[in-house]
């Protein structure tokens, strides 16, 4: 594989868990295959495929499934430095389909990764690296999610902060109190990724207004809003919208498809050393779209193939036009 030249430690926190796919013939259903997986799980594998760094932030089972995420993130080179370990036993997620989108079924109580504490985490590991992504369901369930927010607390401003909502509507048990998180969450993020269809979740949610915003929130200094078929679109303070095509594909899977695109725009990042608030803000449009455009490819690569199966470099490159 072609390395990058340049490669950066790149942090994912959040939740692990198996996903398993069903297998239909004939409209019956036979049974289901098993897919390491979770949104920050599934970016920090990204990550490392597509050469970078990459360090997952979590809390595995030691049960059998367990041992199934553990062996998926050893098999990619994914760093264990930030990972601590449980006897509870593992999340699992089955997954339906409604058209072209995944329809979760989670069976999680009581499980190693929502049982995170504050101060499980060692502070000074993730300040090490240059970009921590976080997000998703973890952030739903305590303790997991107030260890989470204390450790973005600390990281932010020392740390380029990635942050997907990824929302799970039929786990939100209480709204008010799980919207107040999100809206902390985006204040503390460097850069926000989020799916049209979660922004239609936080219908007061404008993206432009986010990105400006950030003079004097301290807020995101970029909103990425991915959008399918019909590509992404980037906002920034004082700069005209950017809008990226997708990736032309034959969709099989959109299982990690938005984590995909996460793993491609952080790595495209850090190969440009792009990674910093000044530099976010000051890349030239160009360099955004050659940046959307990889991880628009990333994206489209996964949902090729079933489960969460994110691509390597090389076939990432292999994939995009002439001239990236």
């Known amino acids: 594989m072609t390395e990058p030249a340049r490669r950066a430690h790149l942090g994912s926190l959040g939740e692990s868990l198996i996903d398993f796919t069903p297998r239909i013939d004939g409209g019956a259903l036979l049974g ?12 920090a594998v990204g990550l490392a495929r597509l050469g970078q760094h990459a360090h997952f932030g979590g809390r595995v089972s030691d049960d059998l499934f367990g041992h199934a995420i553990l062996r998926h993130l050893r098999d990619n080179g994914v760093a264990e430095d930030l990972l601590l370990h449980g006897h509870e036993p593992a999340t ?7 058209g072209d989108e995944a329809v979760y079924s989670f069976r999680g109580e009581g499980s190693a990764d929502r049982a995170i504490r504050p101060g499980d985490f060692a502070l000074d590991r993730f300040l090490a690296l240059h970009a921590v992504n976080f997000g ?13 927010l204390e450790l973005v607390r600390a990281l932010h401003g020392n740390v380029t902060l990635t942050f997907d909502p990824n929302v799970r509507k039929g786990l939100v048990t209480d709204w008010p109190a799980y919207r107040a998180v999100v809206d902390e969450c985006f204040r503390l993020a460097d850069i926000v990724k989020i799916s049209d269809r979660d922004l239609e979740t936080f219908a007061d949610v404008d993206p432009a207004e986010l990105a400006a915003d950030h003079a004097t929130s301290g807020g995101p200094v970029v909103v990425i809003v991915t959008r399918g078929s019909s590509g992404s679109r980037l906002f920034r303070r004082g700069r005209d919208v950017l809008d990226c095509p997708s990736t032309p594909c034959t969709v099989v899977d959109t299982v990690g498809a938005g984590d995909a695109y996460t793993a491609g725009l952080v790595a495209a990042l850090a190969e440009r050393d792009a990674l910093g608030r000044r530099s976010l803000a000051t890349l030239d449009d160009a360099d955004w779209l050659r940046v959307m455009a990889f991880a628009a490819t990333t994206s489209a690569l996964t949902c090729e193939r079933a489960g969460s199966d ?3 470099r090389n076939a990432v490159l292999a994939r995009l036009p002439a001239g990236y």
Do not use: K, M, R, W
């Open 136 to 148: 998703s369901i973890s952030l739903l369930f305590p303790p997991a999610c107030q260890a989470i």
């Open 32 to 43: 289901f295959d098993l897919h390491p997986g979770g949104s920050p799980y599934n970016v």
């Open 310 to 312: 994110p691509p390597t």
């Open 92 to 98: 699992l997620a089955f997954v339906a389909y409604e």
